[in-house]
């Protein structure tokens, strides 16, 4: 709406979304795209002016299904999600504790200064919210909140687990000690750090994708556009994903509070659940108006 050509000729704009072809402009300079499958769809807007100079604007557009959609909103956890290590938040000081109440439309997720919550694989103290992956490709999005301590020593964001030929290898992306945000992997006899990213903003919009054999690891840069942290290849049918979720974790006693703002799994084999029950259970043989053919 704010587009204009400064020598005061007419714009036109072009909108082309990568293989998808159903996009109507209501009016010349806005379009309307309906998505039948959830997915992640690469919108690219050319901007003409009668001179014939233009400039391309690229964005990402994130289409999802309402089963993968949770901005925490409600007075409970949705029953897709499974607590390990954390309890909800009713008066009592357990070493970490969730809350939906705290902050509206907010995941808010407390760890207490009793003792130390490293980042293990094998028996973990630390606190994760996990939910199942899909057997195909998919991605997992959220858009995390420091609300208490701004530096320290503390890791937290997103946490996936694979298994790579028979073994349990666990994959981290999030904001640590207030100053990175890093990507990790994790297997039962050591923690390494895969990517590193000077971050000092507060808050991050951090994303995991699986697209056949490839975890890919990324962080927003701005609203539609995404940049790679790390890419973990691996050879087809090696690697298997089981489950994914949001953690926080701590390498010495302390406090920890950060706020999860939504979470959004996009899976582009869901289809409407209206489909399931879908019958035709009459045929008018012979319309008025219409004849037998």
Do not use: C
């Not at 010349?28 to 003409?48: C, K, N, R």
């Not at 949705?78 to 390990?84: D, G, I, L, Q, V």
């Not at 890419?231 to 950060?258: E, H, K, M, P, W």
Request: glycine share 8%; no cysteine.
């Amino acid at each position: 709406s704010s587009s204009y050509d400064p020598e005061g000729t007419t714009l036109t704009y072009d909108w082309v979304v990568a293989g998808f072809g159903g996009i109507s402009n209501p009016t010349p300079d806005s379009a309307a795209m309906t998505f039948a499958i959830p997915g992640h769809y690469d919108l690219t807007l050319t901007v003409t002016d009668d001179d014939g100079q233009d400039i391309i604007i690229n964005r990402q557009i994130i289409a999802y299904a309402n089963s993968g959609w949770d901005p925490f909103n409600q007075d409970v956890l949705r029953a897709a999600w499974t607590p390990e290590n954390l309890a909800v938040r009713d008066g009592t000081t357990p070493p970490s504790s969730y809350s939906l109440d705290e902050t509206p439309n907010n995941l808010a997720l407390k760890i207490e200064e009793d003792f130390a919550k490293p980042l293990v694989l094998s028996s973990p103290n630390h606190p994760m919210l996990w939910r199942d992956t899909p057997s195909g490709d998919w991605s997992f999005t959220t858009d995390l909140k420091l609300t208490s301590v701004q530096q320290g020593n503390f890791y937290t964001g997103i946490i996936v687990d694979t298994v790579q030929n028979g073994f349990s290898v666990r994959y981290t992306i999030g904001m640590e000690d207030g100053d990175f945000l890093r990507v990790k992997r994790i297997t039962a006899g050591s923690v390494t750090t895969s990517a590193t990213l000077a971050w000092s903003d507060k808050d991050a919009v951090i994303r995991v994708r699986k697209t056949n054999t490839r975890l890919t690891f990324q962080y927003r840069e701005a609203p539609g556009v995404w940049a790679d942290l790390h890419l973990q290849n691996y050879a087809a049918g090696s690697t298997t994903t089981s489950r994914i979720g949001l953690f926080a974790a701590t390498d010495i006693q302390q406090a920890l509070r950060v706020g999860f703002d939504y979470a959004l799994l996009v899976d582009p084999n869901i289809t409407s659940p209206t489909l399931g029950f879908l019958r035709i259970t009459e045929i008018m043989y012979h319309p008025l108006g219409g004849g037998l053919t």
